[in-house]
């Protein structure tokens, strides 16, 4: 079954402190894959997706098949960084996306 | 303030009674989507619906049914054979390209009592 895991309910990090948000998932086709951000009181919104191979205030995230896994990175943190962060899995090419359970990342000054 | 809207914020019922959330689009967007977020368990899919007049049971559908009757609207009824139902519910919506953005609502609170 198609599986995504995230596997740190919170990771806090100092301000400037690289950041390494983990996803593994389980698919053996080619996955879609994505990064979902909450911040406090705003909607959930889209980071980036891998398909787009792009960096997004700062963020990374390169697709390992051979791990199947999909970590966001960050070099320096900053404090409005602080969120919640979902990993998402589209298998089937429909737009039906499977989360993982969110990591809350809290950057202390 | 245009994209997705759902209505009401909160929402209190009592234990048997059936509800319906809104969840109201203007993105001009073939895709809805409702989710379910609880804590630790992420978002689960309930519903999907690709096109109008046609939707798909996501991972977690029994006791929750929707209706697609309208291109702008995908209501969500709880029902009361759904064992669970206080939980944080959220609408999304796409195009129907696959790997595109889905947009949020800001959710709907349901408290059954």
């Known amino acids: 079954a198609q599986r995504v895991t995230q596997p740190e309910k919170l990771l806090s990090v100092f301000k400037g402190a690289p950041v390494e948000l983990k996803c593994n998932y389980s698919y053996s086709g080619s996955p879609e894959l994505f990064w979902y951000v909450q911040y406090s009181r705003q909607r959930l919104q889209l980071l980036l997706r891998h398909i787009s191979r792009e960096s997004i205030k700062g963020f990374t995230a390169d697709l390992n098949k051979g791990e199947t896994s999909f970590h966001l990175k960050k070099p320096f943190a900053q404090e409005e960084d602080s969120a919640m962060y979902y990993c998402a899995l589209d298998s089937s090419n429909t737009g039906k996306l499977i989360f993982g359970q969110g990591t809350t990342l809290q950057v202390k000054p | 303030d245009g994209g997705i809207t759902q209505s009401p914020k909160y929402l209190f019922r009592k234990e048997g009674q059936n509800v319906t959330l809104s969840c109201e689009q203007n993105?001009?967007?073939?895709?809805m989507y409702w989710y379910r977020q609880d804590p630790g368990q992420g978002l689960r899919l309930i519903y999907y619906s690709q096109i109008v007049n046609d939707f798909q049971k996501g991972d977690i559908a029994e006791g929750y049914s929707v209706s697609r009757e309208k291109k702008e609207s995908f209501p969500l009824t709880v029902t009361s054979a759904q064992k669970n139902p206080t939980a944080f519910y959220l609408c999304?919506?796409?195009?129907?390209?696959?790997?595109?953005?889905?947009?949020f609502g800001p959710g709907t609170r349901l408290t059954v009592l």
């Open positions: 999304a919506s796409s195009t129907r390209l696959a790997v595109d953005e889905q947009f």
């Open positions: 993105l001009n967007h073939d895709a």
